[in-house]
T-cell receptor
C-alpha cells in the first residue's frame, strides 16, 4: 500500500497572504488532484495533473496556482488569502481514471 | 455537465438498524461510481467502487445498488454500529475524464 502526506496539517494565514500547501504520494500514481471542502459541503476540484509538469484547471481554479514538480509531489498556492476564509484542502492521487486515494487534508484559517 | 444530488444530508439510526443513502446523477454515460467515508478530521476513505455494468455489489456489511434506468446509486449499511458514524460521499466520474463529481455528503450518526 501507499500513503499520501499533506503539509502542513493546519495553516493560519493573514488576509492577502500567499500560502502554499504541499502533497506527496508514494503510490507511484500518475494523476494527482487538489480539492477544496467547505463545511457541510462536498468536494470541489481546484486543479489536477495527469503527469509531471502537467496542469489542468478544475471548477474552482480562480485564486489558486498549482505546480507538479515531480511525479510524487503536487503543490497548491492560494494566491491571495481571503479574510475569514476557512476550508479544508484535500489532495488525492489515482492511476489514470481509477479510484482516487486521499490525504488527511490541510485546514486553512485566514484571520 | 454532470450533477449529483445526495440525500439525506443527515441520518440518525440506532445501533443494529440499517442506513440508506441515495445519490441521483444526471449523465447516463457515467461509467464509474464510488462511495467514500470521512471521519472527523480525516481525509476520504474509499469504501466501494462500482462500474456501470454492475447492478449490485456487497462487501463487509455494505451493499451498493446501481439503478441506471433511474440514474440512482445507493449505499446500504446493514446493522450499523457506532463506528460507522461519519460523513459519507458518493462520487461519479464525469464523462471519460479523471474528474470526480461529488455529492454534498450525508452525516450518519449511529447511536448505541
Amino acid at each position: 500500500g501507499g500513503i499520501i502526506t499533506q503539509t502542513p496539517k493546519f495553516l493560519i494565514g493573514q488576509e492577502g497572504q500567499k500560502l502554499t500547501l504541499k502533497c506527496q504520494q508514494n503510490f507511484n500514481h500518475d494523476t494527482m488532484y487538489w480539492y477544496r471542502q467547505d463545511s457541510g459541503k462536498g468536494l470541489r476540484l481546484i486543479y489536477y495533473s495527469i503527469t509531471e509538469n502537467d496542469l489542468q484547471k478544475g471548477d474552482l481554479s480562480e485564486g489558486y496556482d498549482a505546480s507538479r514538480e515531480k511525479k510524487s509531489s503536487f503543490s497548491l498556492t492560494v494566491t491571495s488569502a481571503q479574510k475569514n476564509e476557512m476550508a479544508v484542502f484535500l489532495c488525492a492521487s489515482s492511476i489514470e481514471n481509477a479510484e482516487q486515494f486521499f490525504g488527511p487534508g490541510t485546514r486553512l484559517t485566514v484571520l | 455537465g454532470e450533477q449529483v444530488e445526495q440525500r439525506p444530508p443527515h441520518l440518525s439510526v440506532p445501533e443494529g438498524d440499517s442506513a440508506v443513502i441515495i445519490c441521483t446523477y444526471t449523465d447516463s454515460a457515467t461509467a464509474y461510481f464510488y462511495w467514500y467515508k470521512q471521519e472527523p478530521g480525516a481525509g476520504l476513505q474509499l469504501l466501494m467502487s462500482v462500474f456501470s455494468n454492475v447492478d449490485r455489489k456487497e462487501e463487509q456489511g455494505l451493499t451498493v445498488l446501481l439503478n441506471k434506468k433511474d440514474k440512482q446509486l445507493s449505499l446500504n449499511l446493514t446493522a450499523a454500529h457506532p463506528g460507522d458514524s461519519a460523513v459519507y460521499f458518493c462520487a461519479v466520474t464525469q464523462g471519460g475524464s479523471a474528474k470526480l463529481i461529488f455529492g454534498e455528503g450525508t452525516k450518519l450518526t449511529v447511536s448505541s
